[in-house]
T-cell receptor, first 116, second 115 residues
Framework: KAGVTQTPRYLIKTRGQQVTLSCSPI?????VSWYQQTPGQGLQFLFE???????NKGNFPGRFSGRQFSNSRSEMNVSTLELGDSALYLC???????????????FGPGTRLTVL | AQSVSQHNHHVILSEAASLELGCNYS??????LFWYVQYPGQHLQLLLK??????LVKGIKGFEAEFIKSKFSFNLRKPSVQWSDTAEYFC?????????????FGTGTRLTVIP
């Protein structure tokens, strides 16, 4: 079974630009969550999608948005990039949207975004 | 709001030494608890998880963790570490009663094992 895949793996952008990151979950998984990992703030939850609907949202500005398609693939978009958006963006997939005994989250390799 | 504290930022051990990494969480309701590991250049991988039942859970690669509800703790242990355990370890929690799937992570503990 293929794992969670994320594209691109590396990205360099300049301030003010926008970026779109893509995540393909494990086959059969319907929940996709996004996390930001930085040396200063650690791993922080961005948002979660299930059945094309955003179910949970972390404490990030509106410049961060996402969506999920009918095949469960998800994209996240960051507009008007700032230097502080430089981070590793991780995607995780799980079977369902509710926490529970069998609802482990599987992480992808991440997209390393550098904002210059 | 939920929060997770990992008190050890960097731990350096010699091979065969015993390991204990601390994790405390702040949340009043039922929680699900996890330890993830991130080896250099690799994905986050699940080491072990606790949902309910026996508070001593065993994971992969000889790791175990004990949930102590009265102390809001979920410490990770391994009796004898190996050089290959060098990695960053993250404790995480999500709220069982809320049903929310999002994980709250600690800041991580970097473990360096010296051969």
């Amino acid at each position: 079974k293929a794992g969670v895949t994320q594209t691109p793996r590396y990205l360099i952008k300049t301030r003010g630009q926008q970026v779109t990151l893509s995540c393909s979950p494990i086959s059969g998984h319907r929940s996709v969550s996004w996390y930001q990992q930085t040396p200063g703030q650690g791993l922080q939850f961005l948002f979660e999608y299930f059945s094309e609907t955003q179910r949970n949202k972390g404490n990030f500005p509106g410049r961060f948005s996402g969506r999920q398609f009918s095949n469960s693939r998800s994209e996240m978009n960051v507009s008007t990039l700032e230097l502080g958006d430089s981070a590793l963006y991780l995607c995780a997939s799980s079977l369902a949207a509710l926490s529970g005994r069998n609802n482990e989250q599987f992480f992808g390799p991440g997209t390393r975004l550098t904002v210059l | 709001a939920q929060s997770v504290s990992q008190h050890n930022h960097h731990v350096i051990l010699s091979e065969a030494a015993s390991l204990e990494l601390g994790c405390n969480y702040s949340y009043g309701g039922t929680v699900n608890l996890f330890w993830y590991v991130q080896y250099p250049g690799q994905h986050l991988q699940l080491l072990l998880k606790y949902f309910s039942g026996d508070p001593l859970v065993k994971g992969i690669k000889g790791f175990e963790a004990e949930f102590i509800k009265s102390k809001f703790s979920f410490n990770l242990r391994k009796p004898s570490v190996q050089w290959s355990d060098t990695a960053e370890y993250f404790c995480a929690v999500n709220g069982g009663t809320t049903g929310a799937n999002n994980l709250f992570f600690g800041t991580g503990t970097r473990l360096t094992v010296i051969p």
